[in-house]
């Protein structure tokens, strides 16, 4: 038997009292529309690789009850802890993830066992009409809850009206569709995976509206001491998406930023083996942007070391 199967791994887990040889794996999630869908498909591909099925327990995070700002919050680990808590309690084996929406700095006793083939990682603008960024009228009311995107649309259109805005895709999208909103501006993976992204006006290229680190992939995390779930779940990581998202969050990690910080970077593959990273740092109101752009390995711990690198170049020049 190879390492890796569904017997290796009920045989390993019986042994050591991990997931205890069970047939149907537990998977922890958000319950929003959104990260159901996300996690379901993830889900559905593991159970066709391995061959275990997999029962979703969903599970109400501080991020979504709270309504205040994400940085009134604190930022980062609000969508997170609470499905942590229930993967140390042992009540989920695994949990799925929005990359985005984890720390930086990773607990111990959990790891990031997979990282599956990311989704488009551009931010989409919704128009009631279809237009594009170009054509909204001065003190258009565009909807966003990122700095990050509020800082560079500032950028690229200064008369803008940027809005706050929290809620689920459908309640930001009903938003411009009843004129309360001229536009909102969203992950278009988001879109994609709700089966949306046809109302997208616009797409941004990454390097015109830089995506948040890690926007559009998934950290499929397990308990540390879960060796042979960790290895299960490590068939569906995706080589090229693991080191781009280690050379995005390395950025955001060196400028010392959470995930609601004026930062952006994104890393796609040239060639073969060369990953091309780009990085943004703005003003909220956007009267400044610094971008800078590096080469990366197709590695890691490489490719992180790019990513620190750049980082510490955005915060000397901004």
Sequence with gaps: MTPGTPATYHHAARARGGAVGRTTLRMGTRRSALALAQSSAFARDLERAVGVRV???????????????????????????????????????????????????????????????????RDALVTADGRPLSRLPAGARVGTGSPRRAGQLLALRPGLDVVPLRGNVDTRLRKVRDGR??????AAAGLARLGRLGEAAELFAPDRLVPAPAQGALAVECRADDAPLALLLASLDDAVTRAAVCAERAVLAELEAGCSAPVGAHARLVGSSVLDLCAVVTEVDGRRRTFRRAEAPLDPAGAAAVGRELARALRKDH
């Design 55 to 121: 029962e979703t327990v969903g599970i109400t995070t501080e991020g979504d009850t709270n309504g205040a700002p994400l940085t009134a919050m604190g930022g980062t680990g609000v969508f997170v802890q609470a499905v942590r808590a229930a993967l140390r309690a042992g009540d989920i084996d695994f949990a799925v993830h929005s990359y985005k929406d984890l720390p930086t700095a990773g607990p111990d006793d959990v790891v990031v066992a997979a990282v599956p083939v990311r989704e488009d990682p």
């Design 181 to 186: 909103l001229d536009a909102v501006i969203l």
